[in-house]
């Protein structure tokens, strides 16, 4: 009896741990099932660890060709694909760009889609970008502009990646991390305003009224960026407070006023400088501006107010006189003469059409949000300058995106 109950405990104890197994199987080939319906191309294998198919799949909807110049289209209502992501499911964007949980009456912003005039962009797979990325670190370098860019890219790739894949962001001032530990991929964004070294280069403690840039300074900051494999980095707003600003040049104690225009293509310079002799990098872009909506009679002539109150971005051509002609010009200049290839991400014109995506009184001023009172001023108070997430920025990431599969496929 003893020994036949024995037997038969052992027996169960087997048949229990062949069930486990095989439920465990079943999970892994349901999830595979479903992950190949939500996820085409993914591989979870018995270790739960995520895979992606290599190399991956480009398929020719996906393919730009060389004669599609991506900047060039329009807007086109599209609430069926857009958001990409929505508010409240990526816990990673800050208060700064959360327009509706602030209070934005309309999510009208949220719903347009970027239409190259000559070709589709792939849509944002955020799987094949970590693919693309595996083992890498893309770094965004800039202002608070470009602090939403990266913002944006995060939410993205964190709304397209399976829930159980590890991610995590981390503040190591004046950088933010973003890891996904299953590709080993880190998204990483450097606060440097003027991208060379200034007196504002503290992430958050920095002097908004007071700016003085050292033009041939930059070794601060590029020793962070040293280790990255993908750049981006963007500068604008900042340099256009006045039209001179205080800077040094050589010498580190002779302070004077320069022309902005002038002490722009010096930091470029600067900048170029660093490119060309130390940096590694795979790839390197370049934003170009960021296009403001401070003046409403530029686009509604006779009136007299801001991006206040907009829902609808601009028909037509529309360039506003905040994209400073001669900054765009050094740009091409400086990017024209180097040796090596920097990419261009020219988003200002298709920016320039939204006058409705900015955070205008559903944003922040210092770190805090509008007050009743400062809400009832927008004329004062509205933020013409930074963008809503989701939003503009989004695009912007779409089309950083379209050209990394690109060139992933080409040197495949
Ligand atoms: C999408 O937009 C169309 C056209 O404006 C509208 O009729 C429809 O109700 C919208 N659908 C949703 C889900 O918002
Ligand atoms: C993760 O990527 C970094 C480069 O970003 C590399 O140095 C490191 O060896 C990688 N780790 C593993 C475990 O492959
Ligand atoms: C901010 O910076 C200023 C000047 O460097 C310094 O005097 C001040 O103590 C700092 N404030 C904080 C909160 O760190
Ligand atoms: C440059 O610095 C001086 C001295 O602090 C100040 O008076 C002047 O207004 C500054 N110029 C600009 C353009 O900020
Ligand atoms: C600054 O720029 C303006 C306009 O481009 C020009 O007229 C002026 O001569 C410049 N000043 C200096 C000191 O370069
Ligand atoms: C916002 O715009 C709408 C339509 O253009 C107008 O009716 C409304 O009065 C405006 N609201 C404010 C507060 O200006
Ligand atoms: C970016 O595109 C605009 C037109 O949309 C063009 O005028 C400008 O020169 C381009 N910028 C650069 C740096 O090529």
């Known amino acids: 009896m003893k020994t036949q109950n024995h037997h038969r405990m052992h027996l169960l104890f087997r048949l229990a741990l062949v069930s486990v197994l095989v439920l465990g ?31 991956i799949d480009v398929s020719l909807d996906e393919i730009i060709e060389d004669d599609c110049n991506v900047f060039e289209g329009k807007w086109v209502w599209d609430n069926t694909s857009y958001p990409l992501y929505k508010e409240e499911s990526c816990p990673f964007l800050v ?84 890891k996904v530990e299953e590709f080993n991929v880190t998204i990483e964004y450097y606060w440097a305003p003027f991208i060379i070294e200034s007196i504002s280069d503290h992430a958050t403690n920095h002097t908004v009224h007071k700016r003085m840039v050292k033009l041939d300074s930059v070794a601060k900051h590029s020793k962070e960026w040293e280790g990255a494999d993908i750049l981006i980095f963007e500068s604008y707003v900042w340099w256009m407070y006045k039209p001179t600003i205080n800077a040094t040049y050589g010498s580190p104690d002779k302070i004077q006023e320069y022309n902005v225009t002038t002490a722009y293509r010096l930091a470029m310079e600067t ?33 007299d107010g801001n991006c ?36 261009l991400l020219n988003i200002t014109q298709l920016s320039e059409y939204r006058k409705d995506g900015h955070t205008s009184i559903f944003g922040e001023r210092k770190g805090k949000l509008l007050s009743k009172e400062q809400r009832s001023d927008p004329k004062n108070f509205a933020d013409c300058i930074h963008w809503c997430l989701p939003g503009v920025p989004d695009t912007w990431n779409e089309i950083l995106y379209a050209i990394l599969l690109q060139d992933y496929r080409s040197t495949r």
């Open 308 to 343: 206040f109150n907009e829902t609808d971005p601009i028909e037509g051509s529309y360039w506003g006189t905040g994209s400073n002609l001669d900054i765009m010009g050094i740009v091409k200049d400086v990017l024209g003469q180097l040796k090596v290839k920097v990419m």
């Open 95 to 178: 208060k700064q760009t959360t327009c509706l949980k602030n209070g934005r009456p309309d999510s009208f912003y949220q719903n347009w889609r970027w239409q190259p005039n000559a070709c589709n962009l792939p849509r944002f797979d955020g799987l094949k970008l970590m693919e693309i990325l595996r083992d890498k670190r893309m770094m965004f370098v800039g202002d608070s502009i470009q602090r939403g860019m990266f913002e944006s890219m995060v939410c993205l790739v964190q709304s397209s990646i399976p829930p159980d894949v590890k991610r995590s962001l981390q503040r190591i001032s004046p950088r933010k991390v973003f």
């Open 25 to 55: 199987a079943t999970r892994v080939i349901l999830d595979n099932l479903k992950n190949n319906l939500l996820w085409p191309g993914l591989i979870k294998s018995r270790n739960h660890k995520y895979s992606v198919k290599v190399p």
């Open 271 to 303: 900048w170029v400088n660093w490119i060309e002799s130390k940096t590694r990098a795979q790839k390197i872009f370049f934003a170009t501006m960021s296009p403001t909506h401070l003046w409403s009679w530029e686009w509604k002539p006779g009136s």
